[in-house]
């Protein structure tokens, strides 16, 4: 027996087709993923088409999760509202705690803010969270306050942060809705939507020099992946916030407490969907937009 839940979705998916019984059953088999009831591994999911802000699939969306680093996505939208690329920032000592990538910061040292971008963006670089942050708002808890009013203002009305990092702190929490809504934004600047989309950037610091590569494995694996963020902790699991696009159209796909190896096939399941979905939907009809 067909769950109630998937015969609505069936029926909205097919009520172009509503003229034909054959024509409905032939749209039914032709959308496996209607009748199949799939699902991903992580605990909350988000597929949204980035020009309209539709959800297309949805897995608790609004339920509170540990955002990890893709707390990063927000952290690197608020320093480039207010930042050019080309000003220097100083490494306080204090931001040298919580090393999280193979680039470590000196304190001392100055940096540009396009640098610590691609530090934060492609390596999930604490160090340079916490020197943006300090540097903005003069202490990072007063650019954490500057994170959480951008975080309103965008809509994304059930999460709170307590640091830039996404470090495990409680109380500070995200859900796969307001990460998919930051990132629609994110991804209409040009400077974050090409650093999010960098494979590799060459890196010289007084600690390090070489190629930092992206931790997204999904720009080399998907076709017309563009970014954007990884993340995982104890606490969150492995969370992951892709894009990609195929001729006109970009989605966004947000998975939040999933496994080390899943996150990877949860992204491209959600994704596959959506392309999918509007590659079968006829000239004027519309996809399924909920599981």
Sequence with gaps: MIPKAVHRGFA????????????????F??????????????????????ETGNILWEKNKQVPRPPASTAKILTALVALDRMPLKEIVPVSITTTSNRSSAVALKGGERLSVQDLLYALLLQSNNEAALALASYIGGST??????????ARSLGALHSRFFN??????????????????????????SDFRKIVATKSYPWKSSTWEGTMDNSNELLKSYDGAIGVKT???REAGHCLVAAAQRENKILIAVVLGSQEKQVWQDAKKLLD???????????????LTSR
């Excluded at 995200?174 to 990132?183: M, Q, R, V």
């Design 273 to 287: 969907y959506g392309f999918k979905s509007f590659a079968d939907v006829a000239p004027g009809g519309r996809p």
């Design 29 to 50: 088999l032709s959308n496996p993923a209607i009748g199949a009831g799939w699902d991903v591994a992580a605990k909350a999911a988000v597929l949204m088409e980035m």
């Design 231 to 233: 993340g995982s902790t």
């Design 12 to 27: 909205r998916h097919c009520s172009l087709l509503r003229p034909s019984l054959t024509a409905s059953v032939l749209c």
């Design 164 to 189: 830039p990092t996404g470090m495990p702190h409680r109380g500070q929490v995200t859900t796969a809705s307001d990460l998919a809504l930051i990132t629609k934004v994110a991804l209409t600047n």
């Design 141 to 150: 808890p007063k650019f954490v306050q500057i994170m959480n009013q951008k």
